[in-house]
Nanobody, 126 residues
Framework: QVQLVESGGGLVQAGGSLRLSCAAS????????MGWFRQAPGKEREFVAV????????AYADSVKGRFTISRDNAKNALYLQMNSLKPEDTAVYYC???????????????????WGQGTQVTVSS
């Protein structure tokens, strides 16, 4: 059974930083595209960042480009999201996700991801 567990969320002031982690178990994630998505209250889940299985390709939402960095450590079976210069509009529950098909290209559409964590709350105060 595949499990993804996020951690690292919390309350931070605007301009601050947080680093989210996603620990995977039940599968070796090195062969799969991974992504971070978020959902704010009253809004739909949205794409934040994705990374290819090979680590050579990444993509970011325009709203976080230049501030967030997605990375992965396949040896540790983990995914990360470094978030800098946080803004109040970054407040949301952040989810990590894993694709189903190995060696596939990372997608920004959340429907293409099969496995999801329970989420970690990020709150940015102004």
């Amino acid at each position: 059974q595949v499990q993804l567990v996020e951690s690292g969320g919390g309350l931070v002031q605007a301009g601050g930083s947080l680093r989210l982690s996603c620990a995977a178990s039940g599968r070796t994630i090195s062969s799969y595209a991974m992504g971070w998505f978020r959902q704010a209250p009253g809004k739909e889940r949205e794409f934040v960042a994705v990374i290819s299985w090979s680590v050579t390709r990444t993509a970011y939402a325009d709203s976080v480009k230049g501030r967030f960095t997605i990375s992965r450590d396949n040896a540790k079976n983990a995914l990360y999201l470094q978030m800098n210069s946080l803004k109040p509009e970054d407040t949301a529950v952040y989810y990590c996700a894993s694709g189903l098909t190995p060696y596939s290209e990372p997608q920004i559409n959340s429907d293409t991801y099969t496995y999801w964590g329970q989420g970690t709350q990020v709150t940015v105060s102004s």
